[in-house]
């Protein structure tokens, strides 16, 4: 657990941990009670927290994808390249952007007027707010695709630039032992990556004339609940790879 990289797996099982922690609480007491409210302040506490974590979480898988892409490619330089100041660097980044990301998007979306206070969702999401608008929201929806961009699209160029190069290094491997072992460093990485961008680019980067409140509401559903509990499984792998 001293490894360098366990750092990342240390900050994305924090990351998801919060991130569930600002959600399915709330959910729970809305499910058990008749009276389904919060206050003004919990929600925009809880969209900003969603937020952050979500987007840290993006970008730490970018960074793990490149740990992976070292480790397949680069197996004799790993320590060297994935040092321990390294990987708290790329650990420290991905918090901060996350954060800036979600401060900027939590107040463009609560500087709108707010025309009812009845949210269609599960949670305080950035899209259910936006419908309670009072005004145009098209400059939001821009802001939205922007961020969608910059948070979810650039770590998964990254994720599949890495894996690009990690496949291709694994077809070069003439052992079936080696392909099989290599593969499986990176199975349970995949699995998360595939979900977690999955469902943001299904939620955020899709025509909102394609949207559907019911399908936002079970993707939001899956990754608040499914995603967090696959990093055993991340973590699993980590360690066979050890």
Known sequence: ?????????????????????????????????????????????????????GGSEFFLLGAMAYDR??????????TVIMHEGLCLGLAAGCLGAGLINSLMETIITFRLPLCHNIINHIACETLAVLRLACVDISLNMVMVAI??????????????????????????IRSTQGRSKAFGTCASHLTVVSMCFGAAIFTY??????????????IALLYAVVAPMLNPVVTASEQGRI
């Open 205 to 218: 980067l899709r025509p909102q004339s394609a949207s559907s409140v019911k399908e936002e509401k079970m």
């Open 147 to 172: 961020s969608g961009f910059l948070v979810i699209m650039l770590p998964c160029s990254l994720v599949l630039f890495s894996y690009a190069r990690i496949v291709a290094a694994i077809l070069r």
């Open 1 to 53: 657990l001293h490894q360098p990289m366990y750092n990342l797996l240390t900050v994305l099982s924090f990351v998801d941990l919060c991130y569930a922690n600002s959600i399915v609480p709330q959910m729970l007491a809305h499910l058990l009670s008749a009276q389904k409210s919060i206050p003004f302040l919990c929600c925009v506490l809880q969209l900003y927290a969603s937020l952050a974590m």
């Open 69 to 78: 892409y070292v480790a397949v490619c680069h197996p004799l330089h790993y």
